[in-house]
């Protein structure tokens, strides 16, 4: 029973358009059938493990995907500035070093004196 979805009487299998964590592009459906209190599946939805094709290519190849975030931002899920860039896993060992994360946040500042075209 845990691998099937109960339909929501109001709204039926209840989708949600998944976006990916690192850049927001499309990323998949979600169909969430019956929520809490029968409620409408939010519009679009964000999860840590979910990535768009492009984003999940750069992870698979042991890359960094740098997300730039307002500065002075904290915490699990900071304010993003929009900017992303994936690199190479010969760049992730050459500029970073040590790093062994695949997906980091950057200073928006920081961001832009590494990887802004002059």
């Given amino acids: 029973m845990k691998d099937e979805i109960i339909l929501s009487p109001k709204h039926g299998l209840n989708p949600s358009l998944l976006k990916c964590f690192a850049c927001g592009k499309d990323a998949g459906i979600a169909c969430l059938g019956k929520i809490k ?37 904290t915490g699990n899920n900071p304010y993003r500035t929009g900017k992303v860039i994936g690199i190479t896993k010969e760049a992730k060992e050459r500029i970073f070093k040590d790093i062994t994360v695949n997906v980091c946040y950057m200073e928006d500042s920081t961001f832009d004196k590494i990887f802004k075209n002059k």
Wanted: with cysteine; glycine share 6%; aromatic share 2%.
């Fill in 37 to 73: 209190n029968d409620e409408k599946a939010p519009m679009e939805m964000t999860d840590p493990n979910i990535f768009c094709d492009n984003c999940q290519n750069v992870i698979n190849q042991d890359g960094l995907l740098v997300i730039s975030v307002r500065d002075g931002e």
